[in-house]
């Protein structure tokens, strides 16, 4: 960012103690919605719809495909449209669409096109809400608390995943996996009412006028590109996302049709992502601080491969234990790199170019999700969930490797 308009924004921001808890009690409640329906719409496609596993993995493709197909320009329509009012705008179009899933189930319509559908809808409005609260965020506390309060959403975030698979697979056993979207569909509405109340950013960088939108994004991808250090840290962060594309598409088939878990459990051992996502978010000031930013994803990455391995030889019983702690390990080197990756971006990148900076990072490594869910559902279609799992560790091991081969190793911290 530049200093200057920083500078001058900071003493505005700072009257409003509370703009910040309401924009975490927002994405707060969004979140408890989120892990409920991570749960949920899968299970709507294999218990209701009785889908393959090639089928199940087009619902996660679907919901991540949007970064592929608007990724590039959301950055420029989040910087030329009112922030507030867009990211109220998505909140409430995610509720409508998520609404048609439970009336469509009652009125005995509900279709595998239709799931495939609501999750690319929901995508593509998640899309543009995440890049601008991306941005939102840096214009309501000030750039030395950007690292506590990243940390602090990723940690809600954590602890919604945590709690909330397992309120999804209650729910999915008492209602029905239909209905329990409608948890989501609050969520959002709550999100919507808050995000209303904050105020507006003071200035809105907007782009310059008459530039067309391919230039815009030319200028944000040249700077992600050439970056000595956001250019490997996306790249890694690229392989892991696709290993979470793969971990998000099997997970369902594995515990329900591999191991032969019940709906409950099913719940219960999936928020053990949850719990290494707050872990990470937990110890990442810790070891940005203790061992430096760089060093901190480097440690994360490659014990969060390590353990990955030990998700596909997880079996019934005690050998649970095993998927909940290959889960947990990965989810929080995932974390780490996450939180010390997204404050260096928030930090180093000038505010007219932040969005587009952010679009294009979430294009590029958030568009592997579904390429690793689709994959997934190849591989498992011809040898099986436990084998697609494999996946997760070789991407997580390829993160590692390129944060090691690239100029990051040389550092203590991003700088």
């Not at 909140?91 to 690319?120: K, N, Q, T």
Request: with cysteine.
């Amino acid at each position: 960012m530049t200093d200057t308009p920083v500078e001058e924004e900071r003493p505005a921001r700072r009257r409003d103690a509370g703009a910040f808890w309401r924009y975490w009690t927002g994405a707060t409640a969004s979140g408890v919605g989120d892990a409920v329906t991570t749960v949920a719409l899968p299970l709507v496609a294999v218990e209701v719809l009785k889908a393959s596993s090639f089928e199940v993995s087009l619902i996660t493709a679907a919901n991540y495909a949007a970064w592929i197909l608007i990724g590039l320009p959301a950055g420029v329509l989040v910087q030329r449209l009112p922030l507030r009012g867009t990211q109220v705008a998505m909140d409430l179009l995610r509720a409508a669409v998520l609404l048609s899933v439970p009336l469509a189930a009652a009125l005995g319509e509900l279709h595998l096109a239709h799931l495939v559908l609501v999750a690319l809808v929901v995508g593509l409005a998640t899309v543009v809400f995440d890049i601008g609260n991306s941005t939102f965020l840096t214009s309501i506390v000030s750039k030395e608390e950007l690292t506590a309060r990243n940390s602090l959403t990723s940690a809600s975030s954590a602890a919604t995943q945590l709690g909330g698979p397992s309120l999804g697979g209650v729910l999915v056993q008492v209602v029905g996996a239909a209905t329990s979207l409608l948890v989501d569909v609050a969520s959002y509405l709550v999100s919507a009412f808050l995000l209303q109340s904050l105020p507006r950013p003071d200035r809105e960088a907007r782009p310059p006028a008459g530039v067309s939108m391919g230039r815009l994004i030319r200028d944000g991808w040249r700077f992600v590109a050439h970056h000595p250090v956001i250019g490997p840290c996306v790249a890694a962060a690229t392989l892991v996302n696709f290993g979470c594309g793969a971990l998000m598409a099997m997970t369902p088939l594995f515990l329900v049709r591999t191991l032969d878990l019940p709906v409950g459990v099913v719940g219960l051992l999936m928020a053990a992502e949850g719990a290494g996502s707050l872990l990470g978010a937990a110890v990442t000031p810790l070891l940005a601080r203790k061992l430096g930013g760089a060093r901190a994803v480097l440690a994360a990455s490659s014990a969060g491969a390590l353990l990955a391995a030990l998700i596909p030889l997880a079996s019934g019983g005690w050998g649970m234990l095993l998927f909940v702690v290959g889960a947990t390990g990965f989810s929080t080197g995932v974390v780490v790199l996450s939180i010390v990756t997204r404050t260096h971006r928030q930090t180093v990148t000038p505010a007219e170019l932040l969005p587009r900076v952010m679009a294009t990072v979430r294009f590029v490594s958030w568009g592997a999700v579904p390429v690793g869910a689709l994959t997934a559902g190849l591989l498992a279609t011809a040898a099986g969930p436990r084998e697609a799992l494999w996946l997760v560790s070789a991407a997580g091991a390829g993160a590692a490797v390129t944060l090691a081969a690239s100029s990051v190793r040389r550092l203590r911290d991003l700088v």
